[in-house]
């Protein structure tokens, strides 16, 4: 069965795009984050040449680290409220957020407890 991602954009004077994205795999997560945490582990891992779309959102700021908590492959800082959406053909100053395979994420969270979503769509073949 196919997945689809749809991401929309939206600006001022009637500019509209959407774009679709079509998976067999999609990995989700809804994951309960304490306040007052460092490096809180989450089982989570895409490899970057699968990955078709992500999207991260927290309702208050994270900083998400992917692979290591004291060395991460990358860094992202969710800000409340606001997703980091990803997909491979977005542009190549974005694509610098997801450079390496995520094996696991780390989760800082200096604020009150939230709940980080993560919806990643997977081209399953290799």
Not at 8 to 13: E, H, S, Y
Not at 51 to 80: D, H, M, Q, R
Not at 84 to 102: A, E, F, K
Request: net charge negative; with cysteine.
């Amino acid at each position: 069965m196919a997945l689809t991602h749809v991401l929309g954009f939206t600006a001022d004077g009637g500019l509209s795009q959407s774009v679709s994205l079509v998976g067999g795999l999609e990995v989700n997560v809804d994951e309960d984050i304490a306040s007052s945490v460092t490096d809180f582990a989450v089982a989570f891992a895409a490899d970057i040449s699968q990955i078709l779309s992500i999207f991260f959102l927290a309702s208050v700021p994270l900083t998400v680290e992917t692979n290591s908590g004291s060395s991460p492959g990358v860094t992202l800082s969710l800000a409340a409220n606001k997703p980091i959406v990803w997909y491979p053909d977005i542009g190549t100053t974005v694509i610098q957020l997801l450079t390496v395979d995520i094996t696991s994420l780390f989760i800082t969270n200096a604020g009150a407890a939230t709940t980080l979503k993560i919806r990643c769509l997977i081209d399953p073949t290799v």
